[in-house]
């Protein structure tokens, strides 16, 4: 089962949280975001387990926003779990840098990122992360 709407949000830190909500506020992006905290509980979400099993109540997401730098397991090692199942293979998981020169990022693409978004995320950010990544989704926009 896959909700139309739902964005899920791997990211530890509170700041970067208000930021990225509100620059998709700015953006008009109506999407619910779901936040979880670190690495395994991003892959436990996308995997179904433990509290995340109910699929009605945790639907796979539209769209996966990957901090790189996460507690437990960082977003290049949730990417390259999660490209080893075959049921989340088409889930777009886009990661999280502070800068597109990074070896990180370059690893993250090989691994299986269908793109990146520069944190501190933007308004502008965001409407080029989506025109860059081409995907065939729908954000939910006023």
Do not use: C, H
């Amino acid at each position: 089962m896959s909700n139309p709407d739902l964005i899920l949000l791997a990211e530890d830190e509170d700041n970067d949280v208000f930021f990225i909500t509100r620059a998709f506020q700015k953006a008009s992006i109506l999407n619910p975001i779901l936040r979880v905290k670190d690495g395994e509980e991003a892959l436990a979400y996308l995997a179904g387990n433990g509290i995340f099993k109910d699929r009605g109540e945790y639907p796979l997401p539209l769209l996966v926003l990957l901090d790189m730098r996460m507690p437990k397991l960082s977003g290049l090692e949730v990417i390259a779990r999660v490209r080893g199942i075959p049921q989340l293979e088409k889930i777009p998981l886009m990661v999280l840098t502070f800068t597109k020169d990074s070896p990180d990022l370059d690893q993250a693409l090989k691994a299986g990122a269908n793109g990146w978004l520069l944190k501190p995320v933007t308004f502008e950010g965001i409407n080029d992360m989506l025109s860059r990544a081409g995907f065939g989704f729908n954000i939910a926009a006023r």
